[in-house]
């Protein structure tokens, strides 16, 4: 399995943006799971996570993002970042066969500091990553 971005959303709600994004990942989500929630994951394609307590209502400081809260967490599925300025980050992981799986991503934001083009860069890197086994 190749991995793909497959669909993306946006959806504006007064000043607060909803982006949505579809992205089939080539490995199973126990291999993907710490690239989404572990601060050395997140540093390889995303950003580094200079504090990150994994667990429900755990402190999480995202470099050049945000400090906050984790606000949904369920081991292996769901890690869901909400941050001062940077707004609500959700990695919802699915099964998709034996060797893959399916990452449903919500950015729930205000202003424009954020793209569906960036985003769209950043999961590219997740993909190389993860087709490369680092």
Do not use: C, K
Not at 26 to 51: I, N, Q
Not at 64 to 86: C, F, K, L, M, N
Not at 104 to 112: I, K, Q
């Amino acid at each position: 399995m190749t991995g793909s971005i497959e669909q993306g959303a946006s959806q504006n709600h007064g000043s607060t943006h909803i982006l949505h994004l579809l992205v089939r990942l080539p490995r199973p989500m126990e291999t993907v799971w710490p690239a989404l929630a572990s601060a050395d994951g997140l540093a390889a394609w995303f950003t580094p996570a200079d504090v990150l307590e994994p667990r429900l209502g755990g402190t999480v400081t995202l470099r050049d993002v945000g400090s906050g809260r984790v606000t949904a967490w369920d081991v292996e599925r769901i890690a869901e970042y909400t941050v001062e300025g940077g707004g609500r980050l959700r990695f919802h992981l699915e099964r998709a066969g034996d060797e893959g799986s399916t990452l449903r991503f919500t950015h729930e934001f205000r202003g424009e500091q954020e793209s569906e083009e960036r985003w769209r860069a950043r999961f590219e890197r997740l993909i190389d990553s993860l087709e490369s086994g680092r």
